[in-house]
């Protein structure tokens, strides 16, 4: 069985500030994985994305999971600004449900609430089971959270439960962290104490300045760059599953020259001109 490797003590694994790409919407049947693996080219591939909400069955996960290099990601499993927004699909879990009564359900311990939760679990660690390459892996159960405390603490004793050496993460939309596990946080300005992961998720990567950012989270364990087309949005909102989420080689190349600017990971090689 796959064993996931935690890079304590490792050369080759010392904690460098650097911003990573935050591919919400890879799982997306369009997604353009062939570009993806290009723009990380380098010697370990770090990103995450979103399970569920813009395709089950996530193909391009699968593809850089049986990549040989090792890897760092982090992947949220339910989206709960579909639900803030009241813009969930009938295949969301939290569809139909306020952030009071998704609580009250999962505190409870709702059986098709928690089943359907575990059932996505079940899933990510089956992708990760058959990963090539070392896997750190950081698992956040609810993407900008509006669930109460107690249900996010219940969420989480499930994922520790499924997959026990993943890395837990709590990411509350306006709440504090709970504490014991790593606090993540999205947009440009948030409060982060270490243990954290920040995101620019929400705010346009193209508009910020991004070496500055980097200072100001370099206690952070990750630091995510994002820009709309991560989550495959143009103009008003379309159901993420019917997005067209296919972007050709000039937006990968233009985030490759980004990233390559403050991608402390990739090498002379990766970065030089195609």
Known sequence: MKKWILFLVASS????????????????PKWNCN????????????TG??????????????RLLQDARDKILRVHLVNSPCMRNNRCGRYELLYK??????????????????????????RLKRRIDRANGNVKLYVSPCLECDLNGRARRRLLSIVAGI?????????????????GVICEKHGINPKLSAPCIVDLDGVDGGVVDI???????????????????????????????KRQCRYGSDYFDNLRRTLCQY???????????L
């Not at 990573?20 to 890879?26: D, E, I, Q, R, W």
């Not at 994305?49 to 699968?62: I, Q």
């Not at 991608?263 to 001109?273: F, I, K, N, R």
């Open 13 to 28: 694994f010392i904690a460098q500030t650097h911003a990573t790409p935050s591919f919400l919407g890879l799982c997306h």
């Open 35 to 46: 570009q993806t693996l290009q723009t990380l080219s380098g010697y370990r591939i770090k």
């Open 49 to 62: 994305w979103l399970e569920n909400t813009f395709g089950s069955r996530c193909k391009c996960a699968d």
């Open 97 to 122: 449900e306020t952030a009071r009564s998704a609580s009250k359900k999962i505190i409870r311990g709702n059986r098709r609430i928690l089943q359907k939760f575990r059932r996505t679990v079940l």
């Open 163 to 179: 997959m026990p050496s993943a890395v837990l993460v709590d990411n509350p939309y306006r709440q504090r962290c709970l504490r």
């Open 211 to 241: 070496k500055s950012w980097l200072q100001r989270y370099s206690h952070c364990e990750l630091q995510y760059y994002w820009n709309y087309e991560m989550n495959c949005i143009r103009g008003s909102f379309i159901d993420p599953r």
């Open 263 to 273: 991608y402390s990971d990739l090498s002379s090689d990766t970065c030089s001109p």
